[in-house]
T-cell receptor, first 115, second 112 residues
Framework: DTEVTQTPKHLVMGMTNKKSLKCEQH?????MYWYKQKAKKPPELMFV???????INESVPSRFSPECPNSSLLNLHLHALQPEDSALYLC??????????????FGPGTRLLVL | KQEVTQIPAALSVPEGENLVLNCSFT??????LQWFRQDPGKGLTSLLL?????REQTSGRLNASLDKSSGRSTLYIAASQPGDSATYLC???????????FGSGTRLLVRP
């Protein structure tokens, strides 16, 4: 199984809503990532979890709150978002770095629209 | 600061043509370079990963080369097919962190 799944596929939310994005993998990967991708732009790294601990936070606003409850799950909690946060949110996973990078496997993404 | 550039931004070719996509990076001290494919509105699919000690990698009709000293990589696609139409992204890893730095991609259209 080389699949990363993400739910929901699409999400529309108001600026006062609280919602969560979910990512799951069963490949035994211990590194998981959240990326944000705007239209016609490359993905931008937001967060990295390694062995369920946050290892990289790319200065992301606190209205985005990541959570890694176990080695297979990664959540992104959203609160008080702005319209400019509308984007495709991608999750990825990989084996832990051993001095070099393993291939990252990406999920299909959640298309988020903030009204 | 590492910058990754991909040229051209868009490319349209007839089916069956061999083609080359280019990727350049400003700092040659990289761990590896990866090529990804992205279909519209979808996630990324890893195509090839070249470690810094390697010169090239091949998978089927795809061949990627890496020249660290000149800060360049190419993705060669042989006998292109309409199903190859997608955006192709290259990304470099600079160090032992997990961070990938992406280029802005080349949008490829293969015409039947």
């Amino acid at each position: 199984d080389t699949e990363v799944t993400q739910t929901p596929k699409h999400l529309v939310m108001g600026m006062t809503n609280k919602k969560s994005l979910k990512c799951e993998q069963h490949m035994g990967h211990r590194a998981m990532y959240w990326y944000k991708q705007k239209a016609k732009k490359p993905p931008e790294l937001m967060f990295v979890y390694s062995y369920e601990k946050l290892s990289i936070n790319e200065s992301v606003p606190s209205r985005f709150s990541p959570e890694c409850p176990n080695s297979s799950l990664l959540n992104l909690h959203l609160h008080a978002l702005q319209p400019e946060d509308s984007a495709l949110y991608l999750c990825a996973s990989s084996r832990p770095s051993l001095g070099y990078q393993e291939t990252q496997y990406f999920g299909p993404g959640t298309r988020l629209l903030v009204l | 600061k590492q910058e990754v550039t991909q040229i051209p931004a868009a490319l349209s070719v007839p089916e069956g043509e061999n083609l080359v996509l280019n990727c350049s990076f400003t700092d040659s001290a990289i761990y590896n370079l990866q090529w990804f494919r992205q279909d519209p509105g979808k996630g990324l699919t890893s195509l090839l990963l070249i470690q810094s000690s390697q010169r090239e990698q091949t998978s089927g009709r795809l061949n990627a080369s890496l020249d660290k000293s000149s800060g360049r990589s190419t993705l060669y696609i042989a006998a292109s097919q309409p199903g190859d139409s997608a955006t192709y992204l290259c990304a470099v890893q600079e160090d032992s962190s997990y961070k990938l730095i992406f280029g802005s991609g080349t949008r490829l259209l293969v015409r039947p």
